[in-house]
């Protein structure tokens, strides 16, 4: 793959370990002869570190993004850069982690192996949401839910023109292969391969047994509508934007025109990942 040169640093700065873990980063990819533009919010533990830039700078400098932190942090990141094209490494600085590839310790073995371009892309499936006038990506998830109200809403879905079906429940989320194994798994939800051709719509406490997940063709588009008597519904994509919507509004759901590129080192497989992050025998 493509040498590396100019990595661009992006890091959730409450995390344990996060100053020494940049640091180090930087330090390894200098020795490479690389260059680093840092995320404006690290001037605080890092100054003098280098250039400072706000996200979408650093996304127009960037061969690829380093993230330190979690899957929120990629998550957070793959919204800029997964238009772009611009791959993502994530560092795990947390306990539980499906997109970041590699811990601190294991930065002096693999940086300079990737900066070399020894390397892979798994290419990951986003949803575009369009929500009132905005339109933004996921690479998780997105989820209507009926937000700080103690009462359900009444969610109608369509593909298309034809009906699904009306929920009564907490929310509904719609779920790409890669974030079938965050919200949606917790409500209930299949676990798909990462490269799967699907997207998975999951029920949040529906008020039927009957109701169960359902797995879609991956270029099926989704309209939503919401039933709310007391409140705005919230739509929130990532666990990061928000949008309201009040009753009789529609959202619209579909596989967006791009997907995110996760710099891949072949360390582990997919299987390999469910063994050791949900501690299942197989």
């Given amino acids: 793959m493509k040498r590396l040169k100019n990595i661009a640093i992006v890091a959730n700065i409450n995390k344990s370990g996060v100053r020494k873990a940049v640091e180090d980063s930087l330090r390894l990819v200098h020795q490479q002869g690389g260059v680093c533009f840092l995320e404006e919010k690290l001037k605080g533990i890092c100054p003098g570190a280098g250039e400072f830039l706000p996200l979408q700078g650093l996304v127009c400098r960037a061969d690829a993004i380093f ?38 310790a294991q930065l002096g073995e693999v940086l300079p192996r990737v900066l070399e371009g020894n390397y892979q892309l798994d290419r990951r499936m986003a949803i575009e949401i369009s929500c009132k006038d905005r339109s933004f990506f996921a690479l998780n998830e997105v989820v209507i839910e009926k937000g700080s109200s103690p009462q359900v809403i009444t969610v109608q879905l369509w593909t298309e023109e034809e009906p699904v079906g009306t929920y009564i429940a907490d929310g509904l989320i719609i779920s790409t292969p890669t974030g079938s194994t965050a919200h949606s798994l917790a409500a209930g939800g299949p676990i798909l391969h990462p490269q799967a051709k699907a997207l998975v719509v999951t029920p949040i406490s529906p008020h039927s047994l009957a109701v169960r997940p359902l797995v879609f063709p991956d270029q099926t588009l989704f309209t939503v509508k919401v039933s709310t008597e007391r409140s705005q519904a919230r739509v929130v994509a990532d666990g990061q934007i928000e949008c309201r919507v009040r009753s009789g509004e529609q959202i619209q759901v579909k596989k967006a025109p791009h997907t995110v590129s996760l710099i891949d080192l072949g360390r582990h497989c997919f299987y390999d990942l469910l063994s050791s992050r949900f501690k299942w025998g197989i």
Avoid: E, H, K, Y
Wanted: a neutral charge.
């Fill in 67 to 104: 993230t330190f932190g979690g899957d929120g942090t990629i998550l957070f990141a793959a919204r800029f850069a997964g238009p772009s094209g611009i791959p993502l490494l994530g560092v795990n600085l947390g306990s539980l982690g499906f997109l970041t590839q590699i811990g601190p």
